[in-house]
């Protein structure tokens, strides 16, 4: 027979053939047509979450940043006053409320935003802020809505929030730093605050006329943009910006599923090995991991961070079950023909039935990108304590089996696969860190990680869930 | 239903690429889902039942490029001479064909199904299976001789 032919009746042939299916097929297909979709809304659960974390610090450091542009136009300006020949707010020439009053008063129309205008006069010492002092028990706060203010942008008696003007880095970082928690958070209110009578000696409190905007600012936050302040508020909110660390960890995988059932086929020359195990007693070993981070302080108590991370750990495997050996040996048989009896081949299977068992290891190496957040709770003496949370996202992972003393190493005795793989872990920790020096940081971090996603590659035989327990040892550098 | 129909010949075509019958299982689940990601692509260009068995072929083609498979020819029996009777040849059944398809060795098998029966060219198999067009050639042409002496061994079986 010719080869187009052959060809051809074979296609018809095998083409038409139909085998049966399983009774479950469909069964299993619509389950893991299930599983497809909840694991993609798992997948877009922690991206979700992640991208909502990473929005929400990013507007929340923008908005501060916004803020501390403000301040420090108002600092900008009164160190451009000092440069111009006076020595400092206290020797400024001063207006009396009664003045201010006056001068305000002459301009109701010049209000930007009526809805907000209610006007007060500032009043303010600056020489007490510049130690580091409130103005005393009279302090009188109110609050004034930002966007009191004139067109004159330059008219010096117009409570006016001034125009944002990029300053240095430095200066921008050093106001946020040494602005309090609640400060930050209270940038749009002004503190109207009248000085006691024994400091002033009488009601009118000193203030710059041409400063008045900025003395606006000053009240509130003169006190923490001092220069003999900043060198130090620069350094320190350095420290906090970015960091990168490195760590290692050591961890106890434990396993919530067990495997019910294993087969495996090994196919040989003349021979071949089924081998079916219901019993299969799993024992992970010791592992570990390590990997780099970089990441953002937010401001005091937050930070995020995310990097690469590496990690390993062994599992010692125990199967015992029943092993068919079907061997095929071809003998010479004799058949007749219409010539006369000839030998021809055959094959005739013999099988080996018995239990067997193994012993196997496996090995597994995973590559994830964490996405953490940190909430620092404490910080006091050169050691804070922070609590860490967030996910690990595996996106690749090695898998090599191992049996131990198998004979046949072609194809079953060991197997390696790397893929893509999904699987996801929530991890919650509690880090101590010790300030040994002023960027560097050492911690450990009493961590548990819980697989909500088992992790699979192609050759295992079944999805794992495996959770860990673990202690991460690291060091941070903060830039 | 989709599955009722065609499950059946996918079935048949995944255990001629399957080295087992759970592996085949396996080729068709992920087959089947494979077609229903897919179906909405599919414009009625050729059958649908021609689309269908490609995807499988291809999703079986990528499971068992994942683990380890080579041309393994010592454990291939010697070619006999095959029957040359066409009306030996029509006694074989479908069964008989799909099981001795089964039994060739991984790589003739692969080379096989996708060119005689898939349509696949020696390039796109080469490709497929990251070997060169000249060995799927004579892997071709070895398995066929092998299925012809196997289906020869088969006829003078049946005659005992």
């Keep these: ?479 | 239903m989709l599955f009722d129909r065609y499950a059946g010949k996918l079935m048949s075509l995944c255990q001629r690429y399957a080295r087992d019958y759970e592996e085949a299982q396996d080729f068709l689940q992920l087959g089947f889902i494979r077609i229903f990601e897919y179906l909405h692509q599919y414009r009625g260009e050729g059958s649908l039942e021609g689309w269908m068995r490609r995807l499988v072929a291809r999703v079986a083609i990528r499971e068992i490029s994942k683990r380890k498979w080579h041309l393994d020819e010592s454990s291939i029996p010697a070619a006999q001479q095959p029957v040359e009777d066409p009306a030996v040849w029509s006694k074989i059944s479908e069964e008989e064909i799909h099981r001795l398809i089964c039994k060739l060795p991984e790589g003739y098998r692969l080379v096989f199904n996708l060119h005689v029966i898939e349509g696949y060219s020696h390039e796109e198999i080469g490709e497929l299976l990251s070997i060169q067009p000249s060995t799927s050639r004579s892997q071709l042409l070895k398995a066929r001789r092998l299925l012809q002496s196997l289906i020869s061994n088969q006829m003078n079986c049946v005659k005992v």
């Excluded at chain 1, 020359?269 to 990997?291: A, C, D, T, Y």
């Excluded at chain 1, 079950?321 to 005739?348: A, F, K, W």
């Excluded at chain 1, 595996?394 to 893509?420: L, M």
């Excluded at chain 1, 996603?453 to 941070?476: A, C, I, N, V, W």
Aim: aromatic residues 8%.
């Design chain 1, 1 to 479: 027979m010719k080869h187009e032919s052959f060809d051809e009746w074979m296609r018809q042939k095998a083409g038409a053939h139909e085998a049966p299916v399983p009774a479950d097929a469909w069964e299993k297909i619509a389950g893991k047509k299930k599983k497809r979709r909840r694991f993609l809304i798992w997948w877009w659960i922690p991206l979700a979450a992640g991208i909502m974390v990473l929005g929400y610090g990013t507007w929340r450091y923008t908005g501060i940043t916004r803020g501390d542009k403000q301040i420090a136009t108002a600092d900008k300006k009164n160190n451009d006053k000092q440069k111009a020949g006076t020595t400092g707010l206290q020797d400024k020439p001063t207006v009396t409320v009664k003045q201010q009053q006056a001068m305000l008063e002459k301009q109701p129309a010049q209000t930007s935003d009526n809805n907000h205008s209610e006007r007060d006069i500032a009043t303010a010492v600056p020489g007490e802020f510049a130690k580091g002092k409130t103005a005393g028990k009279k302090t009188i706060q109110k609050k004034v809505v930002n966007r009191i203010g004139s067109n004159k942008t330059n008219d010096p008696a117009t409570i006016v929030k001034a125009p944002l003007k990029e300053i240095t880095d430095a200066t921008e970082k050093a106001q946020t730093a040494l602005l309090p928690e609640d400060k930050r958070n209270n940038r749009d209110t002004v503190s109207i605050q009248k000085m006691p009578e024994e400091r002033v000696g009488h009601d009118v409190a000193t203030i710059s006329a041409p400063e008045a905007a900025v003395v606006k600012e000053w009240t509130i936050d003169s006190v923490y943009l001092q220069p003999e302040n900043l060198a130090t508020a620069v350094a320190a909110k350095r420290r906090q910006t970015y960091f990168a660390e490195l760590y290692v960890s050591p961890f106890l995988p434990f396993q919530q599923v067990t495997q019910n059932k294993v087969s495996r086929v090994q196919e040989m020359p003349l021979m071949k090995n089924e081998f079916v195990s219901s019993r299969i007693h799993s024992k992970p070993q010791m592992g570990w991991s390590g990997g780099i981070n970089v990441g953002k302080q937010l401001n005091a108590r937050w930070q995020l961070m995310t990097g690469v991370q590496y990690s390993t750990f062994s599992e010692k495997i125990s199967m015992e079950g029943r092993e068919v050996i079907t061997h095929y040996n071809i003998v010479q048989r004799m058949v007749s023909q219409p010539g006369g009896p000839v030998l021809v081949n055959d094959t005739v299977e013999s099988y080996e039935y018995g239990t067997r068992q193994i012993e196997a290891l496996n090995r597994y190496q995973t590559w994830s990108i964490p996405l953490m957040a940190g909430y620092r709770l404490m910080d006091k003496r050169g050691v804070s304590l922070q609590l860490q949370g967030g996910v690990v996202v595996h996106i690749a992972r090695r898998y090599q089996n191992n049996i131990v003393g198998e004979f046949n190493t072609d194809d079953a005795g060991k197997r390696s696969s790397a893929a893509v793989a999904q699987g996801l872990d929530l991890h919650a920790g509690m880090r101590l860190m010790l300030h040994p020096r002023s960027r560097l940081r050492v911690f450990a971090e009493p961590a548990i990680r819980y697989s909500i996603m088992p992790t699979q590659t192609s050759d295992m035989f079944e999805r794992k869930r495996l959770h860990q327990l673990g202690l991460s040892l690291g060091l941070q550098y903060g830039f």
